[in-house]
């Protein structure tokens, strides 16, 4: 059994919200992503809103980063060329 965690660390500063995600796994590298967000001058004061953005974006560059990772491992143990993982 094997098991992999996400940490979520989340940095405000005024109306912007930055996460950056690690996945902690026994994989070779560290896979790590960032991602933000900014709230409008028009928009009530939400942070939780603002939070769930930015990790929400931190999340999905994190996924596609473990598929290129998973493509490229797929190529190096098959010696294809252009592997392309299918979403489902």
Do not use: K, N
Request: hydrophobic content about 45%.
């Amino acid at each position: 059994m094997r098991q992999w965690s996400v940490r979520v660390t989340l940095f405000e500063q005024g109306d912007d919200t930055t996460a950056t995600v690690a996945l902690l796994a026994d994989a070779p590298e560290a896979l790590t992503a960032r991602g933000t967000s900014h709230r409008s001058a028009g928009d009530a004061a939400s942070p939780h809103i603002g939070d769930e953005v930015a990790v929400a974006r931190a999340l999905r560059r994190l996924a596609d980063r473990l598929v290129a990772s998973a493509e490229a491992d797929i190529e190096r143990a098959t010696g294809e060329h252009d592997v392309q993982l299918r979403a489902r």
